[in-house]
């Protein structure tokens, strides 16, 4: 496997563990659990995580590389959960904006 593609493995599963963080916490603040409630702990629990596949994945590729796949994954992600199970809208200025994650992640794939 090339440097690059162990990075975006280990950027893709930071996103992942961050993610379902993310939607642990968000249920907890949807359904008024306090701060110390399970779902918050959980999210806590996989942010630490998600810090060290971070650390693993800088070791493969440039930070401009890891903070683009990360972020690119993070919000598709986060936008589908979000109208998914939260019945939450995306407007045209989300559709463009999730438009300019994708072309960036194109951008900064620099294949060696």
Request: proline share 1%; hydrophobic share 60%.
């Amino acid at each position: 496997m090339t440097h690059f593609l162990f990075g975006f493995l280990f950027a893709f599963f930071t996103a992942a563990f961050v993610i379902i963080g993310d939607f642990a916490i968000k249920l907890a603040a949807d359904g008024g659990k306090p701060v110390w409630s399970g779902f918050v702990l959980i999210g806590m629990l996989t942010y630490a995580t998600s810090a060290i596949l971070w650390f693993y994945a800088m070791r493969h590729v440039t930070l401009a590389q890891a903070g683009v796949i990360y972020a690119m994954l993070t919000l598709l992600a986060l936008c589908v959960i979000g109208v998914i199970w939260f019945d939450e809208r995306l407007y045209t200025r989300e559709y463009l904006g999730i438009a300019c994650a994708c072309a960036s992640m194109v951008l900064m794939a620099r294949v060696s």
